[in-house]
């Protein structure tokens, strides 16, 4: 089958490999759409290093169940899923305690074992969950959605919240879209030439640059103090300084960006506003399915460019360009 590989920052190369085989509780599935994350584009610039090299990344899967490891899963063969990407061990500690995803003896899908960047990828099958209903589309945008639905989680949101977005990419127009459904007052910070804007304006967000935004929270925030939840999605080291200075004293920064890098901000503003910074990851697929079955989310216009597996390579180096939010990949 034909794969992609990366096997060091910048070197990505197509190489066909043998099919894997499924055994015991695993399954098999044929990847009908898989989705480039900022994670695997902060691998592929050397930012962030997956666990392992050579590595086929990607995590983001939609496709069909192919083959299984056993005849108590036959009946799973057909099926359309996409992939939990935390193999978590079920026994620990973490396991026990419903915080699988941070499990120390997980492999993860795309990070630490082979991805969906390729023919066919192996997972386990209490791991897959059902898109039937949903389009390839949809369904590889099931694993974003679920960890900007996580945020909120993590820290619930009061209707009717004053929130401002930073960064309106892939988790920030997600983050729009739920945050309007949860009844919040929406501010997009975006540079004022983004090639975005419109997308986000169009999912019901005011858009506005960083120094429009702080002008804005002097008169439609409490005592002109800030936002009382912020999202910071920019995939930049620069976007939690920005987001400090947007946040109310005793706020939440919901931290969505995985760029890698060493992150420089004001700790004693932090300290003085008495801010919560809450970090969240992997979430609730069936929550997520839910959504974009009823249509309550719309994904559409978030798939800006479409490439086959074989023209990886030239997916990966435009899914860089500034106007690009989502790129995908069809094996």
Not at 131 to 138: P, Q
Not at 244 to 263: E, F, M, Q, W, Y
Not at 271 to 284: A, L, T
Request: aromatic share 6%.
């Amino acid at each position: 089958m034909k794969v992609l590989v990366l096997h060091k920052p910048g070197d990505l190369r197509l190489e066909d490999v043998d099919e894997p085989t499924p055994k015991g509780n695993w399954v098999k599935i044929r990847v009908k759409r898989v989705g480039i994350c900022g994670t695997d584009k902060a691998f592929y610039k050397g930012t962030y290093m997956p666990q392992k090299l050579p590595i086929i990344p990607g995590h983001e899967i939609a496709g069909i169940v192919n083959d299984v490891g056993n005849k108590e899963l036959e009946h799973l063969v057909g099926e359309k899923v996409t992939t939990e990407i935390n193999v978590h061990c079920g026994k620990c500690w973490y396991c026990l305690h419903g915080m699988s995803s941070h499990c120390p003896y997980r492999q993860t899908i795309g990070i630490s074992i082979d991805g969906g960047m390729a023919e066919y990828v192996l997972t386990r099958a209490d791991l897959i969950h059902s898109i039937e209903g949903l389009s390839w589309e949809e369904g590889a945008f099931v694993e974003p959605l679920a960890a900007v639905i996580e945020m909120l989680e993590m820290h619930p949101l009061n209707p009717s919240s004053n929130v401002a977005v930073v960064g309106i990419g892939t988790m920030g127009l997600l983050s729009i879209q739920l945050l309007n459904l949860l009844g919040s007052n929406v501010v997009a910070v975006a540079r004022a030439d983004s090639p975005k804007r419109r997308i986000a304006e169009k999912l019901g967000a005011e858009v506005m640059t960083f120094e429009e935004a702080l002008d804005f929270m002097k008169t439609h925030t409490p005592e002109g103090h800030g936002f009382d939840y912020v999202v910071e999605a920019t995939g930049s080291p620069k976007g939690l300084e920005m987001a400090l200075n947007l946040v109310r004293p005793r706020g939440v920064i919901a931290a969505k960006s995985t760029h890698g890098s060493d992150v420089s901000f004001n700790y004693t503003l932090m300290v003085v506003k008495e801010v919560k910074i809450v970090g969240s990851r992997c979430g609730p697929f069936e929550k997520a399915i839910n959504l974009l079955r009823k249509r309550l989310i719309n994904v559409k216009n978030l798939v800006t460019s479409i490439y086959k597996l074989e023209k990886g390579i030239e997916a990966f180096e435009k899914s860089f360009e500034r106007d690009q939010i989502k790129v995908h990949l069809i094996p």
